[in-house]
């Protein structure tokens, strides 16, 4: 385990790796997003707010995702604690970003769809992200398997870890996941037949479905049921996103032959999306 890039490269200072990797996920899903705004067209001024919503809603969400965790709330860190030391939730970070465009969309008044120019940019943060959870955080479960990763004894003090027994990397499998996902987007599906914004939507609930699987080989607390805290708040959110995909294949925005929504040619959906 490497937390400073110092223990992990020897001549970097002790910055903390796993913020590092956040960062420069960020700075590398701002370039997609730009890129991706200008293959769209889309030259609204109001578009920096609805990113600052995102940012915003995310940051506040990732943090309060985790805070509640005890029954009893004297065992919880203090609010301005929590947003300031506590543990951050990828899933809380999404669902905070997408309350966070639609709150700025309404501030704004800005009423297209805006989830095409968000996934591609999305999928990178989150293969880049999950490179300093890797270096940092537990691997996973013990696994048989020739490509578990092996902590020390000092490491695994560190993560709370098993010492000496190959440990699934569903971090890798988690980057593996996000880089596939963005060369989807980037390349193909952004070429597909998909309502303005949906693309997205296809993203997310993937992600949900696969997130919901790695959390077997995770390592995380069980809390209910044998299943993680991450898979019970997704029981909830896949049946909903899935069952948003089906209604709009239903209309037949998932097909070639999909009609243009009320009021809005091709043209207008590519420039909107």
Request: charged share 15%; net charge positive; aromatic share 10%.
């Amino acid at each position: 385990m490497f937390p400073t890039l110092q223990d992990l490269l020897g001549w970097m200072p002790p910055a903390d790796t796993h913020a590092v990797f956040v960062a420069l996920g960020l700075g590398a899903a701002g370039a997609a997003f730009l890129i991706e705004k200008r293959r769209r067209g889309v030259t609204d001024p109001r578009i920096p707010h609805i990113v600052l919503g995102a940012l915003l809603g995310a940051a506040l969400s990732s943090r309060l995702g985790t805070w509640a965790q005890h029954l009893d709330p004297t065992r919880n860190l203090s609010l301005v604690d929590q947003l300031a030391y506590g543990n951050a939730s990828m899933l809380s970070a999404l669902v905070g970003a997408w309350l966070g465009v639609h709150v700025a969309k309404r501030i704004v008044r800005y009423p297209e769809r805006t989830g095409d120019l968000f996934a591609p940019a999305v999928a990178l943060a989150m293969a880049i992200g999950r490179i300093g959870c890797l270096l940092t955080e537990q691997p996973g479960t013990p696994t048989g398997a020739g490509w578990g990763i092996v902590l020390d004894a000092d490491a695994a003090a560190r993560v709370g870890a098993p010492a000496g027994v190959p440990l699934h990397p569903s971090f890798v499998y988690e980057i593996v996941f996000h880089v596939v996902a963005f060369a989807a987007l980037w390349w193909w599906l952004r070429h597909r037949p998909i309502a303005a914004g949906e693309t997205l939507t296809l993203y997310i609930a993937a992600y949900g479905v696969f997130r919901f699987a790695v959390e077997f080989v995770r390592g995380n607390d069980v809390a209910w049921m044998g299943l993680t805290r991450p898979q019970l708040f997704l029981l909830v959110t896949i049946p909903l996103l899935l069952a948003r995909i089906a209604y709009k294949s239903a209309r037949g925005q998932f097909r070639a032959s999909a009609p243009a929504e009320p009021g809005r040619t091709p043209q207008h959906e590519q420039q909107h999306a």
